[in-house]
Nanobody
Framework: DVQLQASGGGPVQAGGSLRLSCAAS????????IGWFRQAPGKEREGVLC????????YYADSVQGRFTISSDNAKNTVYLQMNSLKPEDTAVYYC????????????????????WGQGTQVTVSS
């Protein structure tokens, strides 16, 4: 079975940092694109960042450029989302998701293209 397990969320003060982890199992990790998404209360789910085949990354959200980065440890089948300089507007449930990809880019994949989803982890940034 394909499984994605997101973890690492929690409360943090504005300006602080968190690192989220997405542990994947049940598929060949480096044949997939892994994306991070978030959904705030009353808002649609939006893309944050993605990484394709553990190599190249793409920002989905302009608002996180310069603050968030994505990385991959293919040996551990884990993707990380490093979030720095957090703002209250970053408060959301963060999800990781996977889509099979033979490309070294993931910019063309939208929310609906991702096949497998993790359960989400809550990030709450207080001012």
């Amino acid at each position: 079975d394909v499984q994605l397990q997101a973890s690492g969320g929690g409360p943090v003060q504005a300006g602080g940092s968190l690192r989220l982890s997405c542990a994947a199992s049940g598929f060949a990790f480096d044949d997939y694109a892994i994306g991070w998404f978030r959904q705030a209360p009353g808002k649609e789910r939006e893309g944050v960042l993605c990484i394709s085949r553990g190599v190249s990354s793409t920002y989905y959200a302009d608002s996180v450029q310069g603050r968030f980065t994505i990385s991959s440890d293919n040996a551990k089948n884990t993707v990380y989302l490093q979030m720095n300089s957090l703002k209250p507007e970053d408060t959301a449930v963060y999800y990781c998701a996977a889509v099979e990809s033979h490309y070294y880019y993931c910019s063309g994949y939208g929310v609906d293209d991702y096949t497998y989803w993790g359960q989400g982890t809550q990030v709450t940034v207080s001012s």
